[in-house]
Nanobody, 123 residues
Framework: QVQLVESGGGLVQAGGSLKLSCAASGRTFSDLVLGWFRQAPGKEREFVAAIGRTGQYSTATYYADSLKVRFTISRDDGKNTVFMQMNKLQPEDTGVYYC?????????????WGQGTQVTVSS
């Protein structure tokens, strides 16, 4: 079983930045593929970004097309933590952000979820 605990959400003005963190425990962190999803009020949960296992030379990252310019996902295997830096936030970025993890190669249907952290962007 994998436990995921998000932090770093909050209230920010449009144009501002936030950095989300997700601490994982319960399995060897380096074995996990990790990512972030979000759910806006009244909408379905959507994919934001994912990061693969740390490679010898590089680590693969994936983004929703509309977010890859402003959001950056990263991982620190020494701290068992995945991060997401969010810049130039807009009101439409408001929602609950969920950390997700799986032992599979992709986050198509993550087996593990955090409880979510609220991000609110005011105009």
């Amino acid at each position: 079983q994998v436990q995921l605990v998000e932090s770093g959400g909050g209230l920010v003005q449009a144009g501002g930045s936030l950095k989300l963190s997700c601490a994982a425990s319960g399995r060897t962190f380096s074995d996990l593929v990790l990512g972030w999803f979000r759910q806006a009020p009244g909408k379905e949960r959507e994919f934001v970004a994912a990061i693969g296992r740390t490679g010898q030379y590089s680590t693969a990252t994936y983004y929703a097309d509309s977010l890859k310019v402003r959001f950056t996902i990263s991982r620190d295997d020494g701290k068992n933590t995945v991060f997401m830096q969010m810049n130039k936030l807009q009101p439409e970025d408001t929602g609950v952000y969920y950390c997700a993890a799986d032992l599979a190669e992709a986050l198509v249907a993550p087996a593990y979820w955090g409880q979510g952290t609220q991000v609110t962007v005011s105009s």
